[in-house]
């Protein structure tokens, strides 16, 4: 079946500098969703891509879906504490099929 | 705003009883989905609700039941709650294949 997995797990993170997080399916996405989950909060979304190749960006954070569609990312420029928490990617294999989670990359900043 | 409320943040139960989670959403989406989170595993899908009084088996349905009755309110059931059904476990609901909103979780203790 569709699996998501995304790496790393964690990620400490110094105030200021970028990070990046990467997910990767083991079949060709219709589209790609990203949530962050805050310390003790639920999963908000953040962005869907669709198109082969997509970049979006969201201030600081900029979203990438591969030409294949079998990977994103998400890049974060001069980390705050504010993006502290869970970064889940979750991608779709068909247009009407489930979103499959992936285990999230836990991102810690440090002052 | 779509609002998703939970019954319950927390809860204690015992091994062998029956366990009802409701949840409710006030938008009127059509979608609806209980996950269960786990450190380490992301989210993973238990049932989902395309419409009223339909329900779909997610990746790990063992052990679980679901009923929508009213389009705005669906519950999840443990028939028998185990140890190992000790989770976070969050629902969500969406429209067509857009963004879902989630609940605030509850987390549920089978001691």
């Known amino acids: 079946g569709q699996q998501v997995m995304q790496i790393p797990q964690y990620q400490h993170v110094q105030e200021g500098e970028d990070f990046t997080t990467y997910c990767n399916s083991s079949?060709?996405?219709?589209?790609i969703q990203w949530y962050k989950q805050r310390p003790g909060g639920h999963p908000v979304f953040l962005i869907q891509?669709?198109?082969?190749?997509e970049v979006k960006k969201q201030k600081r954070l900029t979203f990438q879906f591969g030409e294949a569609k079998k990977n994103s990312s998400l890049h974060i420029t001069a980390t705050q504490t504010t993006d502290v928490g869970t970064y889940f990617c979750?991608?779709?294999?068909?247009?009407?099929?489930?979103?499959?989670f992936g285990a999230g990359t836990q991102v810690v900043v440090t002052p | 705003d779509v609002k998703v409320t939970q019954s319950s943040r927390y809860l204690v139960k015992r091994t062998g009883e029956k366990v009802f989670l409701e949840c409710v959403q006030d938008?009127?989406?059509?979608?609806m989905f209980w996950y269960r989170q786990d450190p380490g595993l992301g989210l993973r899908l238990i049932y989902f609700?395309?419409?009223?009084?339909?329900?779909e088996k997610g990746d790990i349905p063992e052990g679980y039941s679901v009923s929508r009755e009213k389009k705005e309110r669906f519950s999840l059931i443990l028939e028998s709650a185990s140890t190992n059904q000790t989770s976070m476990y969050l629902c969500?609901?969406?429209?067509?294949?857009?963004?879902?909103?989630f609940g605030p979780g509850t987390r549920l203790t089978v001691t």
């Open positions: 609700s395309y419409d009223v009084k339909m329900k």
């Open positions: 079949t060709t996405l219709s589209n």
């Open positions: 891509l669709v198109k082969s190749g």
């Open positions: 938008m009127d989406h059509e979608n």
């Open positions: 969500a609901s969406s429209t067509g294949v857009l963004q879902q909103y």
């Open positions: 979750a991608g779709r294999a068909d247009s009407w099929g489930k979103l499959q």
